[in-house]
Antibody
Framework: QVQLVESGGDLVKPGGSLRLSCAGSGFTFSDYYINWIRQAPGKGLEWVSFISATGDTRSYADSVKGRFTVSRDNGKNSLYLHMHSLRVEDTAVYYC??????????WGQGTLVSVSS | QSALTQPASVSGSPGQSITISCTGTISDIGDYNYVSWHQQHPGKAPRLMIYVVNRRPPGVSHRFSGSKSGNTASLTISGLQTEDEADYYCSSYTAYNTWVFGGGTRLTVL
């Protein structure tokens, strides 16, 4: 069955960096766009980024542009989110979700990033 | 990239029908049929309920339906059940090659 598993969440100080990972299984990872979506504690969903199946197209929300970079390694069935210059407002559960043609049907369970001094 | 506008809360009694609205702009809902609705129970990952305005993924009850008119999309849940109590989020692809979510609507089944 399709499975997405996020990892890498941690407590980090403002201005710090972190790399999140998303491992896919149960499907041909290299066939799909993958998105990152986050949810701050008690708040709604916020789209963060997507990367195309081959990695040649990437897009970012204005709130993270220039600070976050999405990448993927199709040989390892893995997606990454490199986060720099972290801010308190980046505190959230980060989900990866597979794009099945402009719909996000499969989501991971999320990984928590906490930015605090 | 302003969030889509949803009511903060709606409520209904078991068996009733409710509708949640989601208002965007000509740059998202108004120009694309890539509108989705997700359900989220506390502590759980979101679940896709409706995609491409009005299609249901396998396993989603026919009680859930979607529609769109102009810059506004709607989710209707008929025959409300207690397990429908959750947060609901709309989302849309945008003209800027991004996605945008609504602020979420808390559904209470009285």
């Amino acid at each position: 069955q399709v499975q997405l598993v996020e990892s890498g969440g941690d407590l980090v100080k403002p201005g710090g960096s972190l790399r999140l990972s998303c491992a896919g299984s149960g499907f041909t990872f290299s066939d799909y766009y993958i998105n990152w979506i986050r949810q701050a504690p008690g708040k709604g969903l916020e789209w963060v980024s997507f990367i195309s199946a081959t990695g040649d197209t990437r897009s970012y929300a204005d709130s993270v542009k220039g600070r976050f970079t999405v990448s993927r390694d199709n040989g390892k069935n893995s997606l990454y989110l490199h986060m720099h210059s972290l801010r308190v407002e980046d505190t959230a559960v980060y989900y990866c979700a597979r794009d099945d043609g402009f719909n996000l049907e499969y989501w991971g369970q999320g990984t928590l990033v906490s930015v605090s001094s | 990239q302003s969030a889509l506008t949803q009511p903060a809360s709606v409520s209904g009694s078991p068996g009733q029908s409710i509708t949640i609205s989601c208002t965007g702009t000509i740059s998202d809902i108004g120009d694309y049929n890539y509108v989705s609705w997700h359900q989220q129970h506390p502590g759980k990952a979101p679940r896709l309920m409706i995609y491409v305005v009005n299609r249901r993924p396998p396993g989603v009850s026919h009680r859930f339906s979607g529609s769109k008119s102009g810059n506004t999309a709607s989710l209707t849940i008929s025959g409300l059940q207690t397990e429908d109590e959750a947060d609901y989020y709309c989302s849309s692809y945008t003209a800027y090659n991004t996605w945008v979510f609504g602020g979420g609507t808390r559904l209470t089944v009285l």
